[in-house]
């Protein structure tokens, strides 16, 4: 019989191809479990407290007290308070925040040299912190600044290790990849095996038939042809039906602000009312876009974030460099806590716009009927970005005013109605629906 091919070459292929492929996953696995060295943080002790003094106290009494107008490196509306202690005496700390007005009255040097340098702004009186308090909030205030961690050369970067005795992903990506590799090598070398036994024992392999394409074969059936047509007409409506009725909607919609404002921040993190800004909403028909003197309420004492606030898209630089815009703005300067009077305006960019012939008002709605602002704006305390979170359509509108109960609790501007509607309609309670909600004359005008 005539010999057919080299087995034992084929075989050596593959035995050679399967011990590289679990060297490999081998060495792999040896070096994913192995244990990533962890570089621990040399430990960092605060310094004793010049004053005797609990700093763990001071810290909580100093953000409760003064962190309004106090800043530890930085002036704020008050001087930086770091390494305060060394400045003046236990007594002369004692009198001044008990009640420094009286002490500039004395004709103290040092009280009337410190009100003099901060603008002659008072301090406010706190006649209920004890001495031991004081103590406590000069200890804190006395610590010194810790340094900024640098990084050490080498360390792994947190979440990018792997875990201990586990597999990375490239691992199992790449062992499946060789092993699939394999598969197709040893699928090419057994059909040219059986092609060569076929041919040594005279065995014709049969031609394949020639088929009739597809695309031929469609055509000649014609019901096939008249489905596939009103399948692809009724699917083309449909598309372009739904393209002309987004169009004017502008859902999602996220501009770039001149000066970057999260909501994440305000109405999340620092939980302020919607209300206290866009505080036209409850009294008028538009919201209002707040004042730069509204944020400056807050920010003439706040002008930089907490390292807790960034994100890894937006950093606490970033965040920084805003409240730098803001400033720049409304003139403000930070050094010396008082308005330059050289101001810059901000072109804020409008994000809902209702159409002209659209009668919409916000005191109606928040005043009157209770809807809260996330109803139509979305749950804006978890925006980064504001956007329109609603379609605004007349159908959406619609549809809110025939699912929406009227808030009867304590509102008196719907009661007489309210009591003659629901007996006519024998219901308990009314849609804005069924109160008039859907009459053209209400939203067009």
């Known amino acids: 019989m005539k ?23 081998l060495s792999s696995l040896a070096q994913g479990a192995a244990p990533a060295a962890t570089v621990t943080p040399a430990a960092t002790t605060a310094a004793p407290a010049g004053q005797g003094g609990d700093p763990v106290k ?55 040299k410190l009100f003099a340098d901060n603008n002659k702004i008072p301090m406010s009186p706190f006649p209920q912190l004890s001495e031991v308090d004081i103590d406590n909030i000069v200890a804190y205030a006395s ?33 499946l990849s060789l092993v699939m590799a394999i598969l197709i090598v040893m699928l090419f070398l057994v059909n040219n095996v059986l092609r060569k036994v076929a041919s040594a024992n005279g065995i014709n392999v049969a031609p394949k038939e020639p088929t009739i394409s597809i695309w031929k074969a469609f055509v000649k059936n ?84 907490s390292d807790t606030t960034a994100t890894p898209e937006y950093s606490k630089a970033f965040y920084d460099k805003e409240i730098e815009k803001l400033y720049t703005a ?65 159908g959406w509108c619609i549809d809110c005013h025939r699912k929406t109960d009227v808030k009867m609790e304590g509102n008196d501007y719907y009661k007489k109605i309210h009591e003659q509607l629901s007996k006519k309609y024998g219901v308990d309670k009314l849609t804005a629906a069924q109160m008039g909600g859907l009459e053209c004359g209400k939203c067009h005008y």
């Open 330 to 394: 409304v003139g403000w300067d930070k050094a010396n806590q008082k308005y330059t009077g050289i101001t810059q305006p901000v072109k804020w960019v409008r994000i809902h716009n209702l159409q002209s012939f659209v009668y919409f008002n916000h005191s109606q709605h928040v005043t009157v009927g209770g809807v809260a602002c996330q109803t139509c704006h979305g749950p804006v305390q978890t925006y980064e970005v504001q956007k329109q979170f609603a379609k605004m359509t007349m």
């Open 222 to 305: 014609q019901f096939l042809v008249l489905i596939t047509s009103i399948f692809l007409l009724l699917s083309s409506a449909f598309f372009v039906y739904g393209y002309l009725m987004q169009v004017g909607v502008d859902q999602n919609y996220q501009p770039v602000q001149p000066i970057h404002y999260s909501h994440r921040i305000h109405a999340g993190s620092n939980g302020i009312n919607c209300n206290y800004c866009h505080s036209a909403a409850r009294i008028s028909k538009n919201s209002g876009i707040p004042s730069l003197n509204v944020c400056m309420n807050c920010h003439k004492n706040i002008s930089e974030v």
């Open 58 to 112: 001071g810290k909580a009494l100093f953000n409760t007290n003064c962190a309004a107008c106090h800043k530890l490196d930085a002036k704020a509306t008050g001087p930086a308070l770091r390494g305060v202690g060394s400045r003046h005496e236990k007594a002369w700390f004692y009198k001044w925040v008990h009640n420094s007005a009286d002490l500039i009255k004395s004709g103290d040097a040092a009280a009337v």
């Open 143 to 175: 610590e010194p600044k810790a340094a900024a961690a640098t990084p050490v050369v080498g360390a792994k970067v947190p979440g990018t290790e792997n875990k201990e005795g586990g597999i990375s992903n490239d691992v199992i990506l790449g062992a």
């Open 3 to 25: 010999k057919v091919g080299n087995h034992n070459s084929i075989s050596r292929k593959l035995y050679l191809s399967l011990a590289l492929m679990l060297t490999i996953s």
